[in-house]
T-cell receptor, first 111, second 113 residues
Framework: AQRVTQPEKLLSVFKGAPVELKCNYS??????LFWYVQYSRQRLQLLLR??SRESIKGFTADLNKGETSFHLKKPFAQEEDSAMYYC?????????????FGKGTKLSVKP | KAGVTQTPRYLIKTRGQQVTLSCSPI?????VSWYQQTPGQGLQFLFE???????NKGNFPGRFSGRQFSNSRSEMNVSTLELGDSALYLC????????????FGPGTRLTVL
C-alpha cells in the first residue's frame, strides 16, 4: 500500500531551537517525496522536493530509503515557520500518479 | 502569473442537494486535480483531468464527478450530498498530466446541513 505517516499532529518548539518534522512512507519502488506547507490563511504550497535536494527557508529533508523516511529539518526555528506541514508522496494510481498526503503536523514556534 | 482560482469560496447546502465547484488553473497549465480535505481523513485525491479527459481517479463514490473544458477550466460535481461531504475541496493545477509539481488553489469550503 502507498501511504504517508506523520506521527506528530502538533510540534511546539521555541524560537532558535532545532526542529524536525517526521515523515515515514510506504511505497514499492523509487519514491518521489515532497513537503508542502500551509501558513495561516494561505493556500497550500510546495516547500521542497527530494529530487532537487535544495534548502528552502532554511529547511532541508533527506530521503532515507532504509528507514523509509523523509524528515524535514531546520537548525534554528523562526516564529514565521509556524504553519501546517504536509509530507506527500507521488504515488501511482491507475495510469497516472497523484499526490498522497500525510495528515500533517502543526508546527508552533514560540517566542 | 495569476494563481489557481476556485469559486465559490464558501458554500452551504442541505443533504440530498447537488453542488458544482469550479476551478481555473494557472494559465498554460492543462492538468487539474481535485482533493478533499477533512479533519478526519486529511487530504485525499479525488480525480485528475487533462485534455478534457479524466486520467486518474481516487477512491470516492460515483456521486463525485468532474469535467474539464477546452480552456482547461474544471468543474467538480457532487450529487445527493451527505453530511460527510462537508469539507474543503482543493483544486491543483500542473503543466501536464503526470507532472508532480502541483499548484493549489485556496479551496472551496462546503458545508452540508
Amino acid at each position: 500500500a502507498q501511504r504517508v505517516t506523520q506521527p506528530e499532529k502538533l510540534l511546539s518548539v521555541f524560537k532558535g531551537a532545532p526542529v524536525e518534522l517526521k515523515c515515514n512512507y510506504s511505497y514499492s519502488g523509487s519514491p518521489e517525496l515532497f513537503w508542502y506547507v500551509q501558513y495561516s490563511r494561505q493556500r497550500l504550497q510546495l516547500l521542497l522536493r527530494h529530487i532537487s535536494r535544495e534548502s528552502i527557508k532554511g529547511f532541508t529533508a533527506d530521503l532515507n530509503k532504509g528507514e523509509t523516511s523523509f524528515h524535514l529539518k531546520k537548525p534554528f526555528a523562526q516564529e514565521e515557520d509556524s504553519a501546517m506541514y504536509y509530507c506527500a508522496l507521488w504515488g501511482m494510481g491507475g495510469s497516472q500518479g497523484n499526490l498522497i498526503f500525510g495528515k500533517g503536523t502543526k508546527l508552533s514556534v514560540k517566542p | 502569473k495569476a494563481g489557481v482560482t476556485q469559486t465559490p469560496r464558501y458554500l452551504i447546502k442541505t443533504r440530498g442537494q447537488q453542488v458544482t465547484l469550479s476551478c481555473s488553473p494557472i494559465s498554460g497549465h492543462r492538468s487539474v486535480s481535485w482533493y478533499q480535505q477533512t479533519p478526519g481523513q486529511g487530504l485525499q485525491f479525488l480525480f485528475e483531468y487533462f485534455s478534457e479527459t479524466q486520467r486518474n481517479k481516487g477512491n470516492f463514490p460515483g456521486r463525485f464527478s468532474g469535467r474539464q473544458f477546452s480552456n482547461s477550466r474544471s468543474e467538480m460535481n457532487v450529487s445527493t450530498l451527505e453530511l460527510g461531504d462537508s469539507a474543503l475541496y482543493l483544486c491543483a493545477s500542473s503543466f501536464i498530466t503526470g507532472y508532480n509539481e502541483q499548484f493549489f488553489g485556496p479551496g472551496t469550503r462546503l458545508t452540508v446541513l
